[in-house]
């Protein structure tokens, strides 16, 4: 039995009858890292080590017969998810050698189920971009192609879930970040609604958007770890007390009776590739043989998304990236004696092309005399865009469309390009601006073989539902079978 090719729930019942145990699961894990992360790149740090001791104190926990879901299942962690003892860089030179002195809150919830840790995924350096491209120490690769892009940021931790380095792993979603390299690597992401899971030690990119979400093989395992990590926090001012569901009862047979709504917008996208539009009106037919309806619905403020997302996300990641200026933690230029000089240096130095380009951008936007004119602006178009949805959901109950208007292109085709980087962002950024939840899950594959995932989106806090939709799809198809060739 290939042990790192277990979802959580496979894992999870062959070690509560001890069938094997976590020490020999997160050994494989282990050795499968060692044997291809060489060529994927999807870690920054592996936490070997720490990762066996948590196995044999989870292996002590079983065999007391007090084994939770994910008591000894290896995880793996994005890079900007705090962990206590064990370096968060951000794939940053910014931050190369810091060591968080406090967990996450999510990190703290896992470790109460006696999770294990396999280490930190790479990422676009402090989540900035939508092809992992922007690591300051690799460019992860896609297990399905190792000449393309897993997509990003979160694409380290959704290459290291395709190519079975870890049984699953969490990621953030500022806009889309989790279901776009879900959807490049034919796994399943989701984006939970804002304020459902605490942002508490997550370094801040865009506090208004970011959200920390599972990557699974199944969806099964997704509403695991929903379950896991969803709940109230007093430390996040945003964190909404609202009382969790149990996301895995959600996964009922039958969707008869469902609304889907289409967006006829997103389906006019003048860069929608071919066979993803076929991929995904095939799904859409798929969900009505199992007794969904489908009506058509519009979001017309769709093509101010990327406008005003790339107003609000580089703005806010001006203010929350100030901290970096050399004096209180992380990378310094000690070369240079003067302040000025040196905040320069260190700043220029410890930041990459991409987030320096951000952080210019927002600071423009909230500049004396223009911050009206722009941030101001795109906030009231963000409120337009909440209001499109909530008008939407009244006919519908979930939203089905792509995840990105094609699969995972190669590595350094549109990386010297930014705009149409950020384009292929313009199917997931309305559900960050608007709050809501997304999920992708795969729906076919292209003619090179490569995945094509379906974007399920539902009303705040409707997680139950999309999970649901999404479960029903899954146990009807088997695009998430298929493991790529590595």
Same mark, same amino acid.
């Given at each position: 039995m290939e042990l790192y090719r277990l979802t959580i729930d496979e894992a999870h019942n062959l070690l509560k009858n001890k069938e094997i145990t976590s020490e020999e699961l997160t050994r494989a894990i282990l050795e499968r890292i060692g044997t291809l992360d060489e060529k994927i790149q999807a870690y920054i740090t592996v936490a070997a080590d720490s990762a066996m001791e948590q196995a044999r104190k989870a292996d002590q926990v079983i065999s007391r017969g007090n084994a939770g879901t994910l008591t000894g299942i290896p995880l793996a962690i994005k890079d900007l998810i705090c962990t206590k003892g064990l370096r968060t860089t951000c794939a940053s030179k910014m931050?190369?050698?810091?060591?968080?002195?406090?967990?996450?809150?999510?990190?703290?919830?896992?470790?109460?189920?006696?999770?294990?840790?396999?280490?930190?995924?790479?990422?676009?350096?402090?989540?900035?971009?939508?092809?992992?491209?922007?690591?300051?120490?690799?460019?992860?690769?896609? /297990?399905? $192609?190792?000449?393309? !892009? *897993?997509?990003?940021?979160?694409?380290?931790? &959704? %290459?290291?879930?395709?190519?079975?380095?870890?049984?699953?792993?969490?990621?953030s979603d500022t806009g889309g970040s989790i279901r776009q390299p879900a959807s490049h690597c034919g796994i399943v992401g989701m984006k939970p609604t804002y304020g459902r899971v605490s942002r508490f030690?997550?370094?801040?990119?865009?506090?208004?958007?970011?959200?920390?979400?599972?990557?699974?093989?199944?969806?099964?395992?997704?509403?695991?770890?929903?379950?896991?990590?969803?709940?109230?926090? /007093?430390? $996040?001012?945003?964190? !909404? *007390?609202?009382?969790?569901?149990?996301?895995? &009862? %959600?996964?009922?047979?039958?969707?008869?009776?469902?609304?889907?709504?289409?967006?006829?917008?997103?389906?006019?996208?003048?860069?929608?590739?071919?066979?993803?539009?076929?991929?995904?009106?095939?799904a859409i037919r798929t969900l009505e043989d199992m007794g969904a309806q489908t009506v058509e619905i519009s979001l017309p403020r769709t093509e101010y998304a990327v406008a005003a997302y790339y107003v609000?996300?580089?703005?806010?990641?001006?203010s929350n990236l100030a901290r970096y200026d050399g004096v209180k933690y992380g990378f310094r230029d000690k070369e240079k004696k003067d302040i000025l000089e040196m905040y320069r240096s260190t700043r220029s130095r410890g930041f990459g092309a991409e987030v320096q380009r951000r952080i210019i951008l927002g600071t423009y936007a909230l500049s004396a005399g223009y911050y009206d004119a722009y941030y101001g602006k795109a906030s009231q178009v963000r409120t337009l865009m909440m209001q499109d949805f909530q008008k939407a959901f009244k006919n519908c109950d979930v939203i089905v469309s792509p995840v990105a208007p094609g699969p995972a292109f190669p590595i350094g085709e549109i990386s010297d390009d930014p705009l149409t980087m950020y384009l292929s962002d313009v199917f997931t950024l309305s559900a960050n601006l608007a709050g809501i939840p997304g999920l992708s899950l795969p729906c076919g594959f292209s003619s090179g073989g490569l995945p094509i995932g379906l974007q399920l989106m539902g009303p705040h806090f409707g997680e139950e539902t999309l999970l649901k939709t999404a479960w029903n799809f899954e146990q009807a198809t088997d695009f998430h079978k298929k493991k790529p060739e590595i």
């Open positions: 931050l190369e050698n810091f060591i968080p002195p406090y967990d996450a809150t999510v990190i703290e919830k896992l470790k109460q189920t006696g999770a294990v840790f396999t280490g930190k995924c790479n990422m676009d350096e402090f989540a900035m971009g939508s092809s992992n491209e922007n690591s300051a120490f690799a460019i992860t690769r896609n /297990p399905w $192609d190792l000449s393309r !892009v *897993p997509g990003g940021s979160s694409g380290g931790s &959704a %290459a290291a879930v395709a190519a079975d380095m870890c049984i699953a792993s969490l990621g030690g997550l370094v801040a990119f865009a506090s208004s958007l970011d959200q920390i979400g599972p990557l699974c093989k199944n969806v099964k395992d997704c509403a695991i770890l929903m379950n896991a990590v969803s709940g109230y926090d /007093p430390k $996040d001012s945003t964190s !909404v *007390p609202k009382d969790v569901p149990d996301y895995t &009862a %959600a996964l009922k047979e039958g969707i008869k009776g469902i609304r889907l709504g289409i967006p006829k917008e997103y389906y006019e996208s003048e860069g929608l590739d071919p066979e993803v539009e076929t991929a995904v009106r095939k609000i996300a580089p703005s806010e990641a001006s």
